[in-house]
């Protein structure tokens, strides 16, 4: 006979399934997202299941506090953390359209400041280095330098540079169409060092990858004519920031983070920024604006009479 604690458990899993079909077909969140928020929410139902919550359609502010305390406890990193503090409160927000709780303690909830961590940003130097690290008698030195050049020049995450097809490339133009989250598409400029190896990759290496796959419409693609999947993205960036002998911590998404730094110490507007990183709200993009505060008050530290 099934306990009332598994009953619970049951019911929270078939909530959390019906929640990610509404997401992904209503609200228009892309694939990766869904696998995201869905991750984060099972990590909530374990917790539930051990006794974290009594009764999940009426949690209280306590208990989600002590949801929060067990994330600290497992060491999660500040933006993972932070993530599934979002989906939960989605999550909730759901449960409220459907008339299934009434419950607002979630809406009280806010990311510890503990948790609040500045994205790490490259200096155009560990940059240079970074997009000089591709060599000429690398197998793949084209496509890894025109990757790398791609990622910095347009700051798209890991998922819109792997998804870019032929068909998204403006040359001539000097943009590129990048599709976002929930399939929102924006256009992005491309600067000559960027064009200038990306025709050379597609002229001189790509037509050799794709001999058995002719048709393929990745711009990037394996030695086989496949579109290279995110996870081969990262080990091509990693490989490379080994070489140039930057942080081991450095990432695809560090480059994101770099090109919107980049542009606002150069004295890009915000709104632009925002347009160009794709963000539905502004409020993510001034993340940034604290990165180079931070730069410019180290720089004030370091050379002004009193700093």
Request: glycine share 6%; charged share 25%.
């Given at each position: 006979m099934a306990t009332k604690t598994s009953l619970h458990a049951t019911e929270l899993r078939q909530a959390i399934a019906e929640f990610r079909g509404y997401v992904q077909a209503e609200r228009g969140l892309s694939p990766n997202t869904v696998l995201a928020y869905g991750r984060d929410l099972e990590r909530f139902a374990l917790w539930v299941a051990s006794g974290g919550l009594k009764n999940f359609r009426e949690p209280t502010v306590h208990e989600l506090t002590g949801y929060l305390a067990h994330l600290q406890e497992e060491g999660l990193a500040a933006p993972s953390a932070a993530r599934h503090l979002v989906a939960l409160k989605m999550f909730y927000r759901y449960e409220r359209l459907e008339g299934r709780v009434e419950n607002?303690?979630?809406?009280?909830?806010?990311?510890?400041?503990?948790w609040e961590r500045i994205p790490h940003v490259l200096s155009p130097d560990s940059i240079d280095k970074l997009l000089a690290a591709p060599r000429s008698d690398d197998r793949f030195y084209l496509r890894d330098k025109a990757l790398l050049e791609t990622l910095y020049a347009t700051g798209s995450r890991a998922s819109e540079?792997?998804?870019?097809?032929?068909?998204?490339?403006?040359?001539?133009?000097?943009?590129?169409?990048?599709?976002?989250?929930?399939?929102?598409?924006?256009?992005v400029p491309l600067g000559d060092p960027a064009?200038?190896?990306?025709?050379?990759?597609?002229?001189?290496?790509?037509?050799?990858?794709?001999?058995?796959?002719?048709?393929?419409?990745?711009?990037?693609?394996?030695?086989?004519?496949?579109?290279?999947?995110?996870?081969?993205?990262?080990?091509?960036?990693?490989?490379?920031?080994?070489?140039?002998?930057?942080?081991?911590?450095?990432?695809?998404?560090?480059?994101?983070?770099?090109?919107?730094?980049?542009?606002?110490?150069?004295?890009?507007?915000?709104?632009?920024?925002?347009?160009?990183?794709?963000?539905?709200?502004?409020?993510?993009?001034?993340?940034y604006t604290h990165v180079?505060?931070?730069?410019?008050?180290?720089?004030?530290?370091?050379?002004?009479?009193?700093?």
């Amino acid at each position: 006979m099934a306990t009332k604690t598994s009953l619970h458990a049951t019911e929270l899993r078939q909530a959390i399934a019906e929640f990610r079909g509404y997401v992904q077909a209503e609200r228009g969140l892309s694939p990766n997202t869904v696998l995201a928020y869905g991750r984060d929410l099972e990590r909530f139902a374990l917790w539930v299941a051990s006794g974290g919550l009594k009764n999940f359609r009426e949690p209280t502010v306590h208990e989600l506090t002590g949801y929060l305390a067990h994330l600290q406890e497992e060491g999660l990193a500040a933006p993972s953390a932070a993530r599934h503090l979002v989906a939960l409160k989605m999550f909730y927000r759901y449960e409220r359209l459907e008339g299934r709780v009434e419950n607002h303690a979630v809406d009280l909830l806010s990311s510890p400041s503990l948790w609040e961590r500045i994205p790490h940003v490259l200096s155009p130097d560990s940059i240079d280095k970074l997009l000089a690290a591709p060599r000429s008698d690398d197998r793949f030195y084209l496509r890894d330098k025109a990757l790398l050049e791609t990622l910095y020049a347009t700051g798209s995450r890991a998922s819109e540079t792997v998804n870019l097809k032929l068909a998204d490339l403006y040359l001539d133009s000097q943009f590129c169409k990048c599709f976002g989250k929930g399939n929102k598409q924006r256009v992005v400029p491309l600067g000559d060092p960027a064009i200038v190896v990306i025709r050379a990759y597609l002229r001189d290496l790509r037509p050799k990858l794709i001999q058995t796959a002719p048709t393929s419409p990745w711009l990037f693609v394996s030695k086989i004519g496949k579109r290279l999947t995110r996870e081969m993205l990262w080990v091509i960036v990693k490989k490379y920031v080994k070489r140039a002998g930057l942080n081991p911590g450095t990432s695809p998404h560090t480059l994101r983070h770099s090109f919107a730094t980049h542009l606002l110490s150069g004295g890009a507007d915000l709104r632009t920024v925002q347009e160009l990183l794709g963000h539905a709200n502004i409020r993510t993009t001034q993340l940034y604006t604290h990165v180079d505060r931070d730069r410019m008050r180290a720089i004030h530290a370091k050379f002004h009479p009193r700093g």
